[in-house]
């Protein structure tokens, strides 16, 4: 099994509500992006899947999160910007672009410090 995993990052602001901590006043993170992809064979130039369309396909969703207070950007308007709830919204939104090919999505993890991180995994 071939695994494929490229990072990139977003700026945002937010806060999480009925957390009853200081994580419940807004504040700001970079946030580190990390996106798998499996494949069980290499294509016939010997790639699982191509790196530069995997940050082309993340970066069409990172944009919407960029330098924004994530409690306003759907669908964080309902649900609290954590980095779980992040990390599952991302791979949510990947799965139909990166579907029908040899590579399948496997997961995402978002980061929210270089110590503290969630994944995301069906």
Not at 13 to 38: D, F, K, P, T
Request: glycine share 8%.
């Amino acid at each position: 099994m071939y695994e494929v995993t490229i990072r990139q990052h977003f700026d945002a602001a937010h806060y999480l509500r009925e957390y009853g901590g200081r994580c419940e006043n807004l504040h700001g993170h970079r946030y580190e992006v990390e996106v798998s992809l499996e494949a069980g064979e290499l294509n016939n130039i010997g790639l699982a899947f191509d790196f530069t369309q995997l940050k082309a396909a993340l970066g069409t969703v990172l944009v919407r999160f960029d330098h924004k207070c994530l409690n306003e950007v759907e669908p964080f308007d309902g649900i609290n910007p954590s980095a779980e709830n992040i990390a599952r919204t991302i791979f949510e939104a990947l799965s139909a672009p990166l579907a029908g090919g040899r590579a399948r999505l496997a997961w995402v993890r978002v980061y929210e410090s270089p110590d503290s991180w969630a994944t995301y995994r069906p």
